[in-house]
């Protein structure tokens, strides 16, 4: 007999991974020889609040997930697994992306190259997951009436994930390297999520109404 699917337990497991993750950042915050915190580098703490603060838009998208669908398989919890796997990987080159930014880690061409490659990566593999539960939630609730706000989702996040693996691709090639390039790519996802809301609404207006 098949069973239903917990989706409390599944959430809940979520979190504490988050909250791992979230441990992880701490522990490895750089205090000074006293370890007091007022006393901590200035620039070690905004890189922990950065870090910290990305790490809860994580969370958020993922809150929303469960929040926008009550439907649940298989393919979607190895999908949320492979996500929170992914997103404690995420916070150690986040971390040292935003030293670099301060100048506390000095990297060479070939180290900024790496570090910029295994941001993007975790950053595409994130929202390939979101991406990827929101669409199997709407291929399997599709016949629904607010189903299409979950294929609105799947495509917004796929946006996400072509931003990520152009970045990754840029400084593979050592495009743009000396302005950022790979970096300022990201700025796009603002326009281009825009865009995709605003064709989308008027593609899908007979559904809205």
């Known amino acids: 007999m098949k069973l239903k699917h917990n989706i409390s337990r599944i959430e809940a497991f979520s979190d504490a991974v988050f909250a791992v993750a979230a441990t992880l950042m701490v522990v490895s915050f750089d205090m000074n020889d006293n370890s007091i915190l007022h006393e901590s580098n200035a620039t070690s703490f905004i890189t922990f609040g950065i870090s910290f603060f990305v790490l809860i838009g994580f969370w958020w998208v993922h809150y929303n997930f469960f929040r926008r669908t009550d439907y649940m398989d298989n393919w979607i919890i190895a999908l949320n697994a492979l996500l929170l796997f992914v997103t404690i990987y995420y916070v150690f080159p986040l971390k040292s992306l935003i030293n670099s930014w301060f100048g506390n880690e000095i990297l060479n061409i070939e180290g900024f190259v790496l570090l910029f490659e295994l941001y993007s990566l975790g950053?595409?593999?994130?929202?390939?997951?979101?991406?990827?539960?929101?669409?199997?939630?709407?291929?399997?609730?599709?016949?629904?009436?607010?189903?299409?706000?979950?294929?609105?989702?799947?495509?917004?996040?796929?946006?996400?994930?072509?931003?990520?693996?152009?970045?990754?691709?840029?400084?593979?090639?050592?495009?743009?390297?000396?302005?950022?390039?790979?970096?300022?790519?990201?700025s796009l996802l603002g326009p281009l999520c825009y865009f995709h809301g605003v064709t989308f609404r008027r593609k899908f207006k007979t559904i809205d109404e």
């Open 123 to 186: 950053f595409a593999l994130i929202f390939t997951c979101f991406s990827l539960m929101y669409y199997r939630a709407y291929k399997k609730t599709r016949q629904l009436e607010n189903s299409i706000e979950l294929l609105f989702y799947s495509r917004h996040f796929g946006l996400y994930v072509f931003i990520a693996v152009t970045s990754m691709l840029l400084a593979k090639f050592q495009i743009g390297l000396r302005y950022a390039l790979p970096g300022l790519i990201y």
